[in-house]
């Protein structure tokens, strides 16, 4: 099945532990994507990625690093310097990077806690 | 001002009714334009998508597009429970060439 896969789903740490949120997917897809959802929000850009070997920041990239390395892979780092961790992250695939189309496909989602 | 805003929520219809769901963006060169539902607790799920003038129609969907007026809306025609959720309306292009940027939502209910 063709689809985005992020693990695990229920992810808990304590505060002042980095965490790595996984994300593949097997689309072909060039872009990869990762946003924050807060309770009652909408979605905010961490980090995204058009090609491999390349990525920028979104809007709220303070306390986050990112690699891609593979196609298929965009994982995300939450670093012990993200004031407030605790969120659903969600990692989005697009086939057509930044050509006006960029229809964006999400993941299943990780539901982060720290305490 | 947000750069896309959508009307404020809660909206309650009766089941079999129409829903008209709005949302305004405020980058002229915005050139594509999509609808996403999200249940409570899952991942946004891609249901409309618009880039012309004008109306789009999926089933029981419609996208509309007016680009003078900055404005695009989802209108859901006989609206059933299952259609209870979070709608989010996203926009691409000019300023925010390669990255979507999304509105804060509107909640669904359908009641029976």
């Known amino acids: 099945d063709g689809g985005i896969t992020q693990s695990p789903k229920y992810l808990f740490r304590k505060e002042g532990q980095n965490v790595t949120l996984s994300c593949e997917q097997n689309?072909?897809?060039?872009?990869m994507y990762w946003y924050r959802q807060d309770p009652g929000q909408g979605l905010r850009l961490i980090y995204y990625?058009?090609?491999?070997?390349?990525?920028q920041k979104g809007d709220i990239a303070e306390g986050y690093s990112v690699s891609r390395e593979k196609k298929e892979s965009f994982p995300l780092t939450v670093t012990s310097a993200q004031k407030n961790p605790t969120a659903f992250y969600l990692c989005?695939?697009?086939?057509?990077?930044?050509?006006?189309?960029?229809?964006?496909?999400f993941g299943p989602g990780t539901r982060l806690t720290v305490t | 001002q947000k750069e896309v805003e959508q009307n404020s929520g809660p909206l309650s219809v009766p089941e079999g009714a129409i829903a008209s769901l709005n949302c305004t963006y405020s980058?002229?060169?915005?050139?594509?334009f999509f609808w996403y539902r999200q249940y409570s607790g899952k991942s946004p799920e891609l249901i409309m998508s618009?880039?012309?003038?004008g109306d789009k129609e999926d089933g029981r969907f419609t996208a509309q597009l007016n680009k003078a007026s900055q404005y695009v809306s989802l209108l859901i025609r006989d609206s059933q429970p299952s259609d209870s959720a979070t709608y989010l309306c996203?926009?691409?292009?000019?300023?925010?060439?390669?990255?979507?940027?999304f509105g804060q939502g509107t909640i669904l209910t359908v009641h029976p």
């Open positions: 990625s058009q090609i491999v070997n390349d990525f």
């Open positions: 989005a695939s697009s086939p057509r990077p930044g050509q006006g189309a960029n229809e964006q496909y």
């Open positions: 618009i880039y012309s003038n």
């Open positions: 980058d002229r060169g915005s050139q594509s």
């Open positions: 996203a926009v691409a292009g000019g300023t925010s060439y390669g990255k979507l940027t």
């Open positions: 689309l072909n897809h060039d872009a």
